[in-house]
């Protein structure tokens, strides 16, 4: 059965970093699409970052391009987004999500695949 578990989120400073981590159980993390969404109180779910062929492949939305990076620990199944610059704006709860389905693996379908986190919350205050 798979399962993610997200933690890592907090409450930080405008210009803080934080590094949310995502432990995958029941597959392996190489294997799959993998990825960050994000969503705010009052809007819609936004993909920000993918993870794609064992940690080869990487994409952002152009909202988090030299802020946020995506990598993976195939040892310890775990992936993470290393979130610096951190603005008002990147508050939101942090999901992480999986799914072997290679047409499903891009930005914009993040909020679709098949399987989440319960996610983690970060809030940024200035």
């Known amino acids: 059965q798979v399962q993610l578990v997200e933690s890592g989120g907090g409450s930080v400073q405008a210009g803080g970093s934080l590094r949310l981590s995502c432990a995958a159980f029941?597959?392996?993390?190489?294997?799959?699409?993998m990825g960050w969404f994000r969503q705010a109180p009052g809007k819609e779910r936004e993909g920000v970052a993918l993870?794609?062929?064992?940690?080869?492949?990487?994409y952002y939305a152009d909202s988090v391009k030299g802020r946020f990076t995506i990598s993976q620990d195939n040892d310890k199944n775990t992936m993470y987004l290393q979130i610096n610059s951190l603005k008002p704006a990147d508050s939101a709860m942090y999901y992480c999500?999986?799914?072997?389905?290679?047409?499903?693996?891009?930005?914009?379908?993040?909020?679709?695949?098949?399987?989440w986190g319960q996610g983690t919350q970060v809030t940024v205050s200035s």
């Open positions: 029941g597959y392996t993390v190489s294997s799959y699409c």
């Open positions: 999500a999986a799914d072997q389905r290679v047409s499903y693996c891009s930005i914009g379908y993040l909020s679709k695949f098949r399987y």
């Open positions: 993870i794609y062929i064992g940690g080869g492949r990487t």
